[in-house]
């Protein structure tokens, strides 16, 4: 049974609240805003707080379930977390303000840089990038900065492996690059055969992430670097997967040149509510005067009785400012409270964890669903979705998961494997959920065998059934307000 609407509950006469009287003139709108006859619901308060509270409980969020979608690291963000971006200090600050106001905040962005560098092995970071894809975009702006001070204006081609998330090409692209991609070998491993036949002097470098979108470390990864630079190139290493390697391995010490981090995922600030993200970038020694301005850093040095001056540095050949201000500063708290709560041995539990969390799922299901890669994975890996045997699909089997209470892994991705289904547990979740999604996992299996038509019609027990997604897209149904002016 459909619960009502919000206006199937209004009754002529009911009031929820009453605004007070302005204490400024009125503003009168424009005409062509004004509508006497716009039909708003007559609701009493406690009609509204219970329409709203049941509809954010229909809300699928990291505190109510597991999220298995592999590529985004959708972890559980600890409470202190927010408690600690919603200080007065932090939180009641302006980006505008003299610097000596705000020596404490400058100290915390210093700080999560020196420790950024140290995670990654990089000798410069920059906080400013809004998120991961910008951050893609800085690197590449960095790349070409630095071919072209060299003089090196032929280098027009980005190599990037067929594995790559999509945004690496687009931060290409946009760029004015080339896009050349390079084969993944039967191992899952980047193709070093066609890596050698491809690098010549025309190519800018290579964007790498690894581990790849497989779930998979890249078992060459020194041999890649090697290749890439003695060719002239830069290696640009996407940070999206770097849950796997905190404390264990840094990309600076594998030969990457550029690196951005995933605040929102790896050190586990806000990933599913829509933003805002952080995609700080660090670079190797050779890159630092590229990156973009400015840069947090000791303007005065301090002395034992007087702290250090801390104010904002251009580097002398920066790319210039490629976000308003200085980077979503609430998000360099969080990120700041979640490493400074784990520490240096925390950081590296994360990604045992991680590790053993997906290896851990991986085996219970491998016996289950086609695995075409099937090595010792890092914090993530990829199933096929489609059984032999049957005429079910990835899709059908993320939909039915749905009925069982669980959100669906990533689909379709990467596209190098048919019907691909992408799960990471990430190091939050417990044996006892993994359990429980993993026999859900088999029992699709199973009914995908004895009887698929429930899960080409799934999901059964949703407020909403089974969409038209291809119809969706084709048949956009988008509104907008545009001034007469504008219009003409």
Same mark, same amino acid.
């Given at each position: 049974?459909?619960?009502?609407?919000?206006?199937?509950?209004?009754?002529?006469?009911?009031?929820?609240?009453?605004?007070?009287?302005?204490?400024?003139?009125?503003?009168? $709108?424009?005409?062509?805003?004004? =509508?006497? &006859?716009?039909? $708003?619901?007559?609701?009493?308060?406690?009609?509204?707080? =219970?329409?709203?509270?049941?509809?954010?409980?229909?809300?699928?969020?990291? &505190?109510?379930?597991?999220?298995?979608?592999?590529?985004?690291?959708?972890?559980?963000?600890?409470?202190?977390?927010?408690?600690?971006?919603? !200080?007065?200090?932090?939180? *009641?600050?302006?980006?505008?303000?003299?610097?000596?106001?705000? /020596?404490?905040?400058?100290?915390?962005?210093?700080?999560? /840089?020196?420790?950024?560098?140290?995670?990654?092995? +990089?000798?410069?970071?920059?906080? /400013?990038?809004?998120?991961?894809?910008?951050?893609?975009?800085?690197?590449?702006?960095?790349? =070409?900065?630095?071919?072209?001070?060299?003089?090196?204006?032929? =280098?027009? %081609?980005?190599?990037?492996?067929?594995?790559?998330?999509?945004?690496?090409?687009?931060?290409?692209?946009?760029?004015?690059?080339?896009?050349?991609?390079?084969?993944?070998?039967?191992?899952?491993?980047? &193709?070093?055969?066609?890596?050698?036949?491809?690098?010549?002097?025309?190519?800018?470098?290579?964007?790498?992430?690894?581990?790849?979108?497989?779930?998979?470390?890249?078992?060459?990864? $020194?041999?890649?670097?090697?290749?890439?630079?003695?060719?002239?190139?830069?290696?640009?290493?996407?940070?999206?997967?770097?849950?796997?390697?905190?404390?264990?391995?840094?990309?600076?010490? +594998?030969?990457?040149?550029?690196? *951005?981090?995933?605040?929102?995922?790896?050190?586990?600030?806000? *990933?599913?509510?829509?933003?805002?993200?952080?995609?700080?970038?660090?670079?190797?020694?050779?890159?630092?005067?590229?990156?973009?301005?400015?840069?947090?850093?000791?303007?005065?040095?301090?002395?034992?009785?007087?702290?250090?001056?801390?104010?904002?540095? @251009?580097?002398?050949?920066?790319?210039?400012?490629?976000?308003?201000?200085?980077?979503?500063?609430?998000?360099?708290?969080?990120?700041?409270?979640?490493?400074?709560?784990?520490?240096?041995?925390?950081?590296?539990?994360?990604?045992?964890?991680?590790?053993?969390?997906?290896?851990?799922?991986?085996?219970?299901? @491998?016996?289950?669903?086609?695995?075409?890669?099937?090595?010792?994975?890092?914090?993530?890996?990829?199933?096929?979705? *489609?059984?032999?045997?049957?005429?079910?699909?990835?899709?059908?089997?993320?939909?039915?998961?749905?009925?069982?209470?669980?959100?669906?892994?990533?689909?379709?991705?990467?596209?190098?494997?048919?019907?691909?289904?992408?799960?990471?547990?990430?190091?939050?979740?417990? %044996?006892?959920? $993994?359990?429980?999604?993993?026999?859900?996992?088999?029992?699709?299996?199973?009914?995908?065998?004895? /009887?698929?038509?429930? !899960?080409?019609?799934?999901?059964?027990?949703?407020?909403?059934? @089974?969409?038209?997604?291809?119809?969706?897209?084709?048949?956009?149904?988008?509104?907008?307000?545009?001034?007469?002016?504008?219009?003409?």
């Amino acid at each position: 049974m459909l619960e009502p609407t919000i206006y199937e509950l209004s009754s002529p006469g009911r009031v929820g609240v009453e605004f007070p009287a302005p204490d400024v003139p009125r503003a009168p $709108l424009p005409e062509e805003l004004e =509508r006497q &006859d716009l039909p $708003l619901p007559e609701l009493s308060e406690l009609d509204v707080v =219970r329409h709203f509270t049941h509809i954010s409980n229909l809300n699928y969020s990291i &505190d109510f379930g597991f999220y298995p979608l592999g590529s985004c690291t959708m972890k559980y963000n600890p409470k202190v977390n927010e408690a600690a971006a919603r !200080l007065p200090g932090f939180a *009641h600050t302006h980006p505008l303000q003299p610097i000596e106001t705000v /020596q404490g905040n400058l100290a915390l962005m210093f700080e999560l /840089q020196e420790w950024l560098k140290e995670i990654s092995g +990089m000798a410069a970071v920059t906080l /400013q990038p809004a998120a991961g894809a910008q951050g893609e975009y800085v690197g590449v702006l960095i790349m =070409r900065a630095y071919h072209v001070s060299r003089g090196d204006r032929k =280098r027009t %081609k980005m190599l990037i492996p067929d594995s790559a998330h999509g945004t690496n090409p687009a931060s290409s692209a946009m760029s004015g690059f080339e896009v050349v991609p390079v084969p993944t070998d039967n191992r899952g491993n980047v &193709d070093l055969e066609a890596l050698k036949s491809l690098c010549d002097d025309t190519i800018v470098g290579l964007m790498l992430t690894n581990p790849n979108t497989l779930g998979l470390f890249d078992e060459n990864v $020194l041999e890649v670097t090697r290749i890439v630079h003695e060719a002239g190139g830069l290696v640009y290493g996407d940070g999206a997967n770097l849950n796997a390697l905190l404390g264990i391995g840094r990309p600076g010490d +594998m030969g990457f040149d550029i690196l *951005h981090f995933n605040l929102h995922k790896t050190f586990s600030t806000p *990933h599913g509510g829509g933003g805002p993200g952080s995609g700080p970038v660090g670079v190797a020694a050779h890159l630092a005067d590229f990156l973009p301005e400015p840069v947090v850093g000791i303007v005065e040095e301090g002395t034992e009785e007087i702290p250090p001056l801390y104010g904002f540095i @251009r580097p002398i050949k920066s790319i210039g400012r490629i976000k308003s201000f200085h980077g979503h500063f609430g998000m360099a708290v969080r990120a700041y409270t979640y490493i400074s709560m784990y520490g240096r041995e925390g950081l590296r539990s994360i990604a045992e964890h991680a590790v053993l969390n997906a290896n851990y799922l991986l085996a219970r299901l @491998r016996d289950h669903y086609p695995v075409p890669y099937d090595r010792i994975c890092m914090h993530e890996f990829v199933l096929e979705g *489609h059984l032999p045997g049957t005429e079910v699909h990835a899709l059908d089997i993320s939909k039915r998961l749905m009925d069982y209470n669980f959100h669906p892994p990533t689909n379709y991705f990467p596209l190098v494997v048919r019907e691909a289904l992408m799960i990471e547990p990430t190091e939050t979740e417990s %044996k006892q959920t $993994l359990d429980a999604f993993a026999d859900a996992m088999i029992k699709i299996a199973e009914e995908a065998k004895t /009887q698929p038509e429930l !899960l080409r019609s799934a999901p059964h027990n949703k407020p909403v059934s @089974r969409l038209d997604e291809v119809k969706a897209a084709k048949e956009l149904v988008l509104c907008c307000w545009l001034p007469e002016d504008v219009k003409a």
